[in-house]
């Protein structure tokens, strides 16, 4: 992916100790995308251009709207006006009527109210998979993509993610916004035929809730990221069957939950 598409150059003033300098530097390009689905507005997106037909056929999977891309009868991008029209061979569904709703329940048998919206409910699932690696594999995935997000080097302002198998990254994106990644990945995946279940997920950042539900979601059961999880992230790994590593930098990680994928 070419690290200069997307950005753009903005004059900035650069304060180093007493040395003042005036010059241009790339900025990565946040735009709006509304989805119109069937004729209606469903949601605005704010994302990195690029991958849109992987972004939105990504979201329509990860929100049970599709169950396959050929479920989708059209899409069309308008990067101009910033909208993109997608229909569904079955038209209006029970998940594109139930997009948004919230769902309450509590996590893991302990007694505090998680937030699931009401698709998620019906598409996360528990992820089981022969998977196995060593810390040692974990750690060269992390620094495979720190090596691949040249777009971050010069401009800090965008997340990546990569499927990871056999010693290299399969596939990676990045874009503004953490979920956005993912659903490209995932739109990447399910338009060209890639198998996610055989497949690790890399991560730049922060792994939250909703990270991990779009990592089950995926049918994807370990996830290295180079930052930190939050807890309610935690407990539902842990009950989705998911191997959350963080910190993953500097030959170092912290295993948090199902630390038998990982061996050595």
């Not at 777009?151 to 990254?169: I, S």
């Not at 916004?177 to 991560?203: A, P, W």
């Amino acid at each position: 992916m070419d690290a200069l598409k997307g950005t753009a150059q903005y004059q900035v003033i650069k304060v180093r100790g007493q040395e003042i300098l005036k010059t241009e530097e790339p900025v990565v390009e946040e735009i709006p995308l509304t989805i119109y689905l069937n004729g209606k507005e469903l949601v605005t997106m704010l994302a990195a251009a690029g991958e849109e037909e992987y972004l939105v056929t990504g979201f329509l999977a990860t929100e049970g709207i599709i169950q396959d891309v050929k479920d989708i009868a059209t899409l069309t991008v308008d990067m101009q006006q910033g909208v993109i029209h997608a229909t569904t061979v079955s038209g209006e569904t029970a998940a594109e009527k139930m997009f948004l709703k919230r769902y309450l329940t509590a996590c893991c048998g302990k007694g505090r109210s998680a937030f699931y919206f009401a698709n998620d409910v019906l598409t996360a699932k528990i992820v089981n998979t022969e998977i196995k690696l060593t810390p040692q594999e974990a750690m060269a995935y992390s620094e495979m993509l720190e090596a691949a997000s040249e777009t971050f080097r010069l401009t800090g302002g965008v997340h990546g993610g990569a499927l990871a198998a056999e010693g290299k990254l399969v596939c990676w994106s990045q874009d503004i916004g953490r979920h956005n990644v993912f659903d490209k990945l995932y739109g990447r995946c399910l338009k060209e035929g890639i198998s996610t279940q055989d497949k690790v997920l890399v991560f730049s950042g922060r792994v939250s809730s909703e990270i991990i539900l779009k990592v089950s979601k995926m049918n994807i059961s370990v996830i290295i990221a180079r930052s930190a999880p939050t807890s309610l992230a935690l407990d539902m790994a842990e009950e989705l069957g998911v191997t959350v590593i963080g910190f993953a930098r500097d030959e170092r990680l912290n295993v948090y939950t199902h630390p038998e994928r990982i061996v050595g």
